[in-house]
């Protein structure tokens, strides 16, 4: 039986209970109302924020191209924090913050307020305007939530690097947008010990000419620029905490068009070089509010813990942007689930009475393996919505999640979307969707998504390529850059319909309409919920003086979703070797970042490929993932093949 088969007889099914449904951010005769009138529910939810300037148009849609609330005047910091202090949420936490060593931090809505307009004027007497790009490489600590908002505050487009990317990914990304201002830190702790983000800091920053400043904050403690690397270069380098003393507690927010850009996230794609997504102002605000709204069921008292970290775009939407603009209170945590012990998070969750939790498959399945005696040591009857995201959730630890973490009691939203989305796209309502393991079941209010097939003949039930039918406010507007390729990537799968977004997904769709995600169908690969493209961690390896030949694949890993298993032809002059082997893994490591060391190498003399010199990447994962090797008939040398899946096999024993 295939995965697809064994997807489709999930039959297990949990209805909301009817306390849940009675209370519930939105009841299945508004979702109807949405689903008939898209617009008129974005306007609604758009009119739920403070506006400059009211919009004129609630849509121009021009495919590929869409403007959302046009003419509208906005500011996304006021409408997150400048809005709460002037109600009853002014003293009501907003950051609840444990870094891993075990400080904590509280910010209330107020000071966060403080913190994030005295950082605007900061910025601003650093020369940022409008439209300037700031890069952020920080651990995830409060001061990156405080960045972004500044930059959000003064129009800066802020562009949040990961803190586990390389020196080179660091400063490639600084370079594609020309980033003015590096906000760095001296360190973060992960599993005890130190990450030298400064360091690596500044040696991305040996090549990046558009770097004017770069604000250090101090996350080690004891004397600035200890062994932690944080020399400060005179002129250049400031720390956070000295620009912050003296700067006033007022920052003008710029009044920002509706379709100004917010932010750049960079994302893996087909090519070697990643993308800049660029999500603009007030489309992606009412899609990250909304969705946190009637997604999570966000009430006043919750307690929200997403554990993503801000360098992905769920810290962006779902860490700040969408319980900032409800007001809601977050917790955050800077560490490991593992430091010092297997029950961190539910150490967490217990001492911050967390409500609702969002997390990962990958993470889900580690705790699993941990086994139930971790999170069976703690209180977690406060817990009352549990998620899940980034890539598809196996129902086994679906099961898992709802039992020993949920009680059995808690509602379980599988949230299908991309950092091309900007909010979740498909996803039950915990008051209105009967959840089933294993399928993110029903497109969000306002989303249109169905199932294609390469014809872009719609599938009512079975298996297809996943297409969004219709803009949505949200949606990325292009790739910073390179125009020309957000309409190749999105727009063009099928040429009859220019007007249909392509997220690069395979899905299934069952009787009763719900979506199984199957995950991606190009080269690109989901890593413990994080998105590598083939080609990049290829790159990478074609650049180690040894390899003249890469070819990188994904097969099935337990615990990861899918590991990276690479086919590398070395030069003449090199010989293969177990030190060879750790050395190129090491290599990519350092290259992109420990997220894309590939689990496997293997050496070969030759790879399968066609007669017009193209490699065949399907007999490869065939190869990886142990299965019989598929039609073989159009390669140059089909000898290549088998002996190659026998030397695969023989390393593996
Ligand atoms: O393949 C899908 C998978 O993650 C991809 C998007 O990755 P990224 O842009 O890094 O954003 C991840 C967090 C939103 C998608 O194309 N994916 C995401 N969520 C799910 C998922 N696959 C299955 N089920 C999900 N709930």
Redesign the pocket.
């Known amino acids: 039986m295939n995965d697809i088969d064994v997807l489709l007889q999930e039959h297990r099914r949990f209805e909301p209970d009817d306390a849940f449904r009675a209370q519930a951010n939105i009841s299945a005769a508004e979702y109807s109302e949405a689903m008939a009138d898209p617009e008129r529910f974005w306007a609604d939810e758009a009119a739920k924020l403070e506006w400059m300037s009211t919009w004129e148009r609630v849509l121009e849609w021009q495919p590929p191209r869409a403007k959302w609330f046009t003419g509208g005047k906005i500011n996304v910091s006021v409408n997150c924090v400048d809005r709460h202090i002037r109600s009853a949420r002014r003293n009501k936490a907003a950051l609840v913050f444990e870094g891993e060593p075990g400080d904590t931090r509280t910010l209330t809505y107020w000071d966060l307020y403080v913190q994030v307009n005295k950082f605007a004027n900061v910025l601003r007497s650093l020369g940022v305007r409008k439209g300037d790009r700031v890069a952020i490489y920080l651990p995830l600590i409060p001061e990156a939530v405080i960045s972004m908002l500044a930059c959000a505050r003064i129009g800066a487009i802020h562009s949040v690097v990961f803190g586990g990317f390389s020196p080179e990914s660091l400063s490639d990304r600084i370079n594609d947008s020309a980033c003015k201002v590096l906000v760095t830190a001296d360190g973060g702790y992960r599993r005890g010990s130190v990450v030298p983000l400064k360091r690596n800091a500044d040696k991305a920053l040996e090549g990046t000419p558009s770097i004017e400043h770069v604000v250090v904050v101090q996350r080690r403690p004891g004397a600035p620029g200890d062994e932690a690397g944080a020399d400060m270069r005179d002129g250049r380098d400031k720390w956070w905490h000295r620009l912050m003393r003296h700067a006033p507690q007022w920052c003008e927010p710029e009044e920002m068009d509706a379709e100004d850009p917010l932010f750049i996230l960079y994302?893996s794609g087909t090519t070697g070089k990643p993308k800049g997504i660029v999500h603009t102002t007030a489309g992606y605000l009412v899609g990250a509010m909304t969705s946190t709204h009637i997604v999570f069921d966000l009430k006043e008292d919750d307690v929200f813990w997403c554990t993503?970290d801000v360098g992905?775009?769920?810290g962006h939407t779902y860490l700040t942007y969408g319980p900032m603009a409800n007001g809601a209170t977050c917790v955050m945590y800077e560490g490991a689930p593992d430091w010092p012990e297997k029950d961190r998070f539910w150490d967490l969750c217990e001492k911050y009475g967390v409500t609702i939790l969002y997390t990962a498959?990958t993470a889900i399945r580690a705790f699993m393996k941990w086994g139930d005696q971790w999170p069976a040591k703690h209180d977690l009857s406060r817990l009352r919505l549990l998620g899940?995201?980034?890539?598809?959730?196996n129902p086994e630890a679906w099961m898992w999640y709802r039992e020993h973490i949920g009680g059995n009691r808690c509602p379980i939203v599988?949230?299908?979307?991309?950092?091309?989305?900007g909010s979740i796209a498909?996803?039950p309502l915990p008051g209105i969707t009967a959840t089933t393991p294993g399928s993110?079941t029903n497109p969000m209010p306002g989303f249109t998504v169905a199932l294609l097939d390469a014809q872009g003949k719609e599938i009512e039930v079975g298996g297809g390529l996943l297409a969004i039918m219709k803009p949505w406010p949200s949606m990325l507007r292009t790739i910073w850059g390179d125009d020309q390729r957000y309409v190749d990537t999105y727009f063009s799968k099928w040429p009859n319909r220019p007007d249909v977004y392509f997220?690069?997904?395979g899905a299934k769709r069952d009787e009763d309409g719900y979506f199984w995600?199957l995950?991606?169908v190009d080269d690109?690969l989901?890593v413990a919920?994080?998105?590598i493209g083939t080609m990049e961690v290829e790159s990478a390896l074609v650049e180690h003086p040894a390899v003249a030949e890469a070819a990188v694949v994904g097969r099935a890993h337990d615990l990861k979703g899918q590991a990276l298993a690479a086919f590398v032809t070395l030069r003449e002059g090199y010989a293969e070797s177990p030190a060879l082997r750790d050395e190129l893994r090491d290599f990519v490591a350092q290259k992109i970042g420990a997220i894309a060391r590939p689990d496997d190498v293997l050496f070969s003399a030759d790879l399968p490929k066609t007669r017009s010199g193209k490699i065949m990447r399907r007999l490869l994962r065939d190869i990886a993932e142990g299965r019989a090797l598929g039609d073989t008939t159009t390669l140059a040398d089909p000898n290549v093949v088998n002996s190659l899946k026998e030397t695969y096999e023989a390393q593996e024993t």
């Open positions: 994302t993503a992905w775009v769920t498959p899940s995201v980034g890539e598809p959730i599988d949230t299908w979307w991309q950092t091309e989305t498909i996803s993110a997220p690069g997904d995600i995950g991606r690109v989901n919920g994080h998105r």
